[in-house]
């Protein structure tokens, strides 16, 4: 299968998956309001987000590692590819253990991180069965990034997907018959496993020779190990600014707020976190596309790439900003309740977060694609302190945990990442002037803000009563915006751009 096939292949199975995998997420969290009780809810997001602290013992070494198969994939060289894969293998097997470690360690002190009003029985044992889950994934990692870094993601995003489908079904008849979440946990823990196992045996069939290799493969060059280890710092870095704006969220709510705040947060987090992991699919689909060809062309014909990029990007955030922003609330309503909606303030200020992070996911799409880790680590750290001061300031402010807590990442993308990674990606690897990329940037965050002030204003006007209304606005309200954004950015590119996109020719230049 030919690059522009397999790039075709990846974003078309990675949005069915993720859409499958979406809707029965709704279906599960459904069951979960019904057959249990909000406490849970709140427990299986505060587990979530306990388990991405957790994951910087895997120190941006999956990131490194699949960047360092680009160059002996592409020459077909299986020793060199075995090589790798076997430091992979060896490391995430150390990582496995020290993450079920200090997971352990952070069992002991579960309950201080929860508001003592928010009493859930058990909470030790139902964590230690939520982290068995997530370690046993770390002993088959090796064999999705050889299938990743080999740009086939549709092959391990066949194998997740389908396994997630069945495991929620499966979980949803395991609530409604036993009441219980110990149960739906190791649900969970069966399914990983099979997962994992299924994933090797496909992996085994795709790359025989390089398997047969690692018995007997040669360490990696003193100068590649260099590499991978500026790049694993880099990357851990990056991980540790990521985990903090995206992962401290719920803590923080569960401590200042408890878990029934929590949970009612959670609903619209699995939305846009639902929204967001489809997007990230289709994105990180054509990252592997991105770094292959970055190393065969010029600066100009990159940075073209990447305007293009942030046009699609900038398309398909316009679209979710308006469905979210005027249909979430009667969306919400009708799955699971009134009893459930937050105020309108704060879902303006989820849809603005989302907004400004999905601004950043071309540059740290190409910035992942070229391999620039090292340069990123002081900007993560910085940033990663920054949120963490500004959330628990904003909430102090606002004396609201969910208010603080946005506000806080709002902040802290604004003021540090909207400068810090154009300004890497272009000094380090694109290295031009950017005076394009900002008049492009900036022209998308004022159509963005005019959107949402507008939108702002209409939220209460529209009423939905049923599914069948639900569907029938979402489908105006699309047609709406997509033409009044083409208009818009009706420039010398735009039109350019759009048409590749649709006629799925990629995102290179013609």
């Known amino acids: 299968m030919s690059s522009k096939n397999k790039t075709i292949a990846n974003v078309t ?34 587990f979530t987000n306990v388990i991405s602290f957790l994951s910087f013992a895997e120190l941006g070494i ?23 894969v076997n430091f992979y293998k060896k490391a995430y097997r150390i990582i496995g253990f020290v993450v079920f470690f200090i997971g ?8 201080a991180l929860v ?4 009493d859930v029985p058990n909470i030790r044992y139902l964590f230690l069965i939520y982290l068995l889950g997530t370690v046993s994934s770390y002993f088959f990692t090796y064999y999705r990034s050889l299938l990743i870094a080999n740009q086939q993601s549709y092959i391990n995003i066949q194998n997740q997907a389908g396994f997630k489908v069945v495991q929620m079904i499966v979980q949803a008849a395991a609530i409604a018959l036993f009441h219980r979440y110990d149960v739906y946990l190791w649900i969970t823990v069966i399914f990983t496993v099979a997962s994992n196992v299924h994933v090797a045996y496909i992996a085994k069939k795709w790359f025989p020779d390089v398997l047969n290799h690692m018995k007997k493969a040669k360490p990696i060059p003193k100068n590649q190990i260099t590499e991978i280890k500026n790049n694993v710092i880099g990357s851990f870095a990056s991980k540790v600014g990521t985990v903090i704006v995206f992962s401290t969220d719920n803590l923080l709510i569960a401590k200042f707020s408890g878990l029934v705040a929590v949970g009612k947060y959670s609903n619209y987090a699995l939305i846009i976190q639902g929204i967001t992991t489809v997007l990230n699919e289709v994105y990180s689909s054509i990252i592997a596309t991105f770094g292959n060809a970055s190393l065969k062309q ?3 014909a990159n940075e073209d790439m990447l305007l293009r990029y942030m046009y699609f990007v900038g398309l398909v955030s316009a679209l979710i900003v308006a469905e979210f922003e ?8 009708l799955w699971i309740g009134k009893d459930y909606l937050l105020i309108k303030y704060i879902v303006v200020l989820i849809i603005v977060s989302f907004t400004i992070t999905e601004l950043r996911v071309p540059v740290t799409g190409f910035t992942a694609a070229l391999g620039l880790y090292w340069h990123t680590r002081f900007k993560s750290l910085i940033e990663a302190a920054s949120n963490l001061i500004f959330s628990l300031v904003m909430i102090k402010i606002s004396r609201d945990s969910i208010t603080g807590v946005l506000w806080g990442t ?3 993308n604004i003021l540090i990442n909207a400068w810090w990674e154009p300004y890497i990606l272009y000094s380090k690897g694109i290295q031009l002037r950017m005076t394009k990329y900002w008049r492009t940037w900036l022209g998308y965050m004022a159509f963005f803000a005019a959107e949402i002030a507008v939108f702002y204003y209409l939220l209460d006007l529209i009423v939905v009563r049923n599914y069948l209304e639900l569907v029938g606005f979402a489908v105006i309200i ?18 350019k751009i759009l048409f590749t996109a649709i006629s799925s020719r990629g995102f290179k230049k013609h």
């Open 298 to 300: 010029s600066s100009k």
């Open 478 to 495: 699309a047609i709406i915006v997509a033409i009044i954004f083409i208009l818009v950015f009706w420039n010398k590119d735009g039109r």
């Open 326 to 333: 005027l249909l979430v609330q009667g969306f919400i309503g």
């Open 13 to 46: 199975w990675s949005f069915i998956m993720r859409i499958m995998v979406l809707v029965g997420q709704f279906i599960l969290q459904s069951f979960f309001v019904r057959y249990l009780s909000i406490n849970y809810l709140g427990v299986n997001g505060l």
């Open 115 to 118: 508001k003592k009003s928010s």
């Open 410 to 412: 709002i902040l802290s």
């Open 104 to 111: 352990m360690i952070v069992m002991t002190f579960l309950p």
């Open 62 to 84: 999956g990131a490194a590692l699949t960047f360092a198969l680009y160059k002996p994939l592409s020459e077909q060289d299986d020793e060199a590819i075995a090589s790798v």
